[in-house]
């Protein structure tokens, strides 16, 4: 089971992304507009969930745990294939999916595209008593090509190349605190710089 994935972005789409990790591409099928939102040699990590049929294996990435789980649940419920599991994702984040089906309002899920009125009651009543509001953050999934996910997604990335947690958190301090480019793929490069400047201890 491929549980996550971490790597450069290589190509992007709408709703799609493909992953760099070991020297192969990995394309993971995305909520729209947000993992996806991320540029070429942007570094990502993703949690996944690989759907098996017959004919296919595809891989569907979130950028939060929350949402990894509430897809669990919505492919799950009667009628609701990981497709349009990816659309309520993408239109929805996990506390409103949670707040809807503790309200049974039906209506939200109606607004995503593919789900009918029959579909819509099927989740709120499936998923009933499933998913704790509470438990989910209560915001908007940024971007990751977003300022506050720089950091974090930078030092996974060193980390999936090799370097251990404290070298790859250390660098990519020391590069911010050093003036390095906020986007993902400078701050990256000025991470490396630095770690490959002091490679005695770093790998």
Do not use: C
Not at 19 to 31: A, H, N, Q, T, Y
Not at 40 to 59: F, K
Not at 62 to 87: C, N, Y
């Amino acid at each position: 089971m491929i549980a996550s994935l971490s790597g450069p972005v290589l190509s992007s789409g709408a709703g799609w992304a493909v992953v760099g990790v070991g020297g192969l591409g990995m394309r993971v099928e995305l909520p729209s507009g947000r993992v996806s939102q991320a540029s070429v040699g942007d570094v990502v990590t993703v949690h996944t969930s690989l759907v098996v049929r017959e004919d296919s294996l595809t891989l569907f990435g979130f950028q939060t745990s929350d949402e990894l789980e509430v897809f669990g649940h919505l492919i799950g419920v009667t009628g609701v294939g990981p497709r349009s599991a990816l659309g309520v994702l993408s239109t929805l984040t996990p506390a409103e999916v949670a707040r809807a089906v503790a309200a049974e309002d039906e209506k939200v899920f109606r607004k995503v595209s593919g789900i009918g009125p029959k579909t819509a009651k099927l989740i709120v009543i499936s998923l009933a008593g499933k998913l704790q509001a509470a438990s989910y953050a209560d915001e908007t999934v940024a971007p990751v090509g977003g300022a506050a996910s720089h950091a974090d997604a930078v030092r996974d990335g060193l980390m999936g190349l090799g370097w251990n947690e404290q070298a790859a958190a250390g660098a990519v301090e020391d590069a911010l605190a050093a003036g390095a480019p906020t986007d993902n793929a400078g701050l990256l490069r000025a991470s490396l710089a630095l770690l490959q400047a002091a490679r005695g201890g770093g790998r």
